[in-house]
């Protein structure tokens, strides 16, 4: 099992930047991906930024040269650095890890943390 705990988010005006964390614990050896997700009011939940466990990062086009996705090790923990925040980057965000095995589950999902963008 892998056990997600998300914080940093809140409220900033349209412009600003926030950084979320998200805390690994549990089998985290067997953790090959995280992810950061985003979900809107009446909007289906999407990818926001990944990064594998060989450091390979992913965004989406949308966030792509305002986030940035990074992880430390020693800490367990991935962040996801946003700058330049629009009021459409308001929803909540959600912290995904993505682990190997035999015995399911292999996705896992934290509490989610709020991001609320003033225009």
């Known amino acids: 099992q892998v056990q997600l705990v998300e914080s940093g988010g809140g409220l900033v005006q349209a412009g600003g930047s926030l950084r979320l964390s998200c805390a690994a614990s549990g089998s985290i050896s067997s953790i090959v991906y995280m992810g950061w997700y985003r979900q809107a009011p009446g909007k289906q939940r999407e990818l926001a930024a990944g990064?594998?466990?060989?450091?390979?990062?992913n965004y989406a086009d949308s966030v792509k040269g305002r986030f940035t996705i990074s992880r430390d090790n020693a800490k367990n923990t991935v962040y996801l650095q946003m700058n330049s925040l629009k009021p459409e980057d308001t929803a909540v965000y959600y912290c995904?890890?993505?682990?190997?095995?035999?015995?399911?589950?292999?996705?896992?999902w934290g509490q989610g943390t709020q991001v609320t963008v003033s225009s």
């Open positions: 995904k890890a993505v682990r190997t095995g035999i015995i399911p589950p292999y996705v896992f």
């Open positions: 990064i594998t466990s060989g450091g390979g990062t």
